[in-house]
């Protein structure tokens, strides 16, 4: 069973800085995607940055230019990098890694990490 470990969460002041990491139990070219979701209280959870297929990197309109999302692919870890962090981006963060199964398409989460943008 693929296990994703999210750390890195906290509480942080607007215009300040955050790395999120996400551990994957195999190796992450297993997956043809991975990336950061997030939900915010009483909202739907939303992409924010993914690799996808070929290794491209996808975000959200409302981060670009303010997160980047890495790799270390010794470490079967991703990153997410978030600086110029407002209130706005307070959210509970997931990673995500999806991968072709025998029975279809395997879907993963980790147990999230909560991000506090507060003054």
């Known amino acids: 069973q693929v296990q994703l470990v999210e750390s890195g969460g906290g509480l942080v002041q607007p215009g300040g800085s955050l790395r999120l990491s996400c551990a994957a139990s195999?190796?992450?070219?297993?997956?043809?995607?991975m990336g950061w979701y997030r939900q915010a209280p009483g909202e739907q959870r939303e992409s924010v940055a993914a690799?996808?297929?070929?290794?491209?990197?996808n975000y959200a309109g409302s981060v670009k230019g303010r997160f980047t999302i890495s790799r270390d692919n010794a470490k079967n870890t991703v990153y997410l990098q978030m600086n110029g962090l407002k209130p706005e981006d307070t959210a509970v963060y997931y990673c995500?890694?999806?991968?072709?199964?025998?029975?279809?398409?395997?879907?993963?989460w980790g147990q999230g990490t909560q991000v506090t943008v507060s003054s």
């Open positions: 195999e190796n992450i070219f297993n997956f043809y995607t």
């Open positions: 690799y996808t297929t070929g290794g491209s990197r």
């Open positions: 995500n890694a999806k991968k072709v199964v025998r029975t279809g398409i395997g879907d993963y």
